[in-house]
């Protein structure tokens, strides 16, 4: 798909969110998160405008690049010219979080099998691997109510969220935010791999035995001390390398 470069268009900050947000886009389908086009992965730009960039409606994680990314406002309609169309109805849950968390400029949104199958289960999040004790440290529920495209649903959320990280959407699938969009796509990739953990371990059939809440309770701590106070700043440039080494097109 051709699509001209909008580099020299947008002022060197935005192309440079622009070419973070691609990237994550093509990292969440690399590892197998996508669920074909219907989830959404927006970044607030800066300025008091309240302007986001988030996916064109219809292509392929895989296919995204910065070029591509599409500007909104918190109604989701379309700031610029783009051939792509927008979900708004999409984009509920993310505005929901953007309107009430000034100091969120990433929400990461998936509807993984692993995701929504523990999202199903009662006890939700089980502290069974170190994985989930950073979850748990920061952890929120939201009940189901639907297909999200309802606005008068995002009080609730809003309510439910909090000022945590992680959001566990019930019978749904999970949501991430983060300061930069390498912290929540890092905060995904624990809270993916703590779903996968939780599901085989259940699937051994024996007794299982949980992390203690002490433990839970100074996860924060060690993340900090794990990453050198970077968040997911630390793991960000490796995962970018990687996508270098595979295809760096995300970057037009």
Known sequence: MDIPSLQNH????????????????????????????????????????????????????????????????????????????????????????????????????????????????????????????????????HDYEGVAFRPDEKPRLQADLGAKTFLCLRNHGLLTVGPSIADAFVAMYIFETTCQIQLAAQSGGGALREVSPQIVAGTAEAMRVQTGGLGGRFAWPALLRSLERSDASYRT
């Open 10 to 141: 947008v002022s060197a900050e935005e192309w440079q969110l622009r070419c973070d947000l691609a990237a994550a886009y093509r990292l969440v389908a690399l590892h197998g998160w996508s669920d074909l086009v219907f989830t959404h992965i927006s970044v607030r730009l800066p300025g008091p405008e309240h302007h986001f960039l988030i996916n064109p409606y219809g292509m392929l994680f895989d296919e995204i690049t910065a070029s591509s990314l599409v500007k909104v406002d918190t109604a989701c309609n379309k700031l610029n010219p783009s051939p792509f169309p927008v979900n708004p109805a999409g984009f509920v849950i993310h505005s929901a979080v953007h309107e009430a968390r000034p100091d969120v400029q990433c929400v990461l949104h998936t509807h993984t099998r692993a995701g929504v199958a523990v999202s199903a289960q009662a006890d939700g999040v089980r502290p069974l691997s170190q994985q989930s004790t950073f979850v748990l440290a920061s952890l929120a529920y």
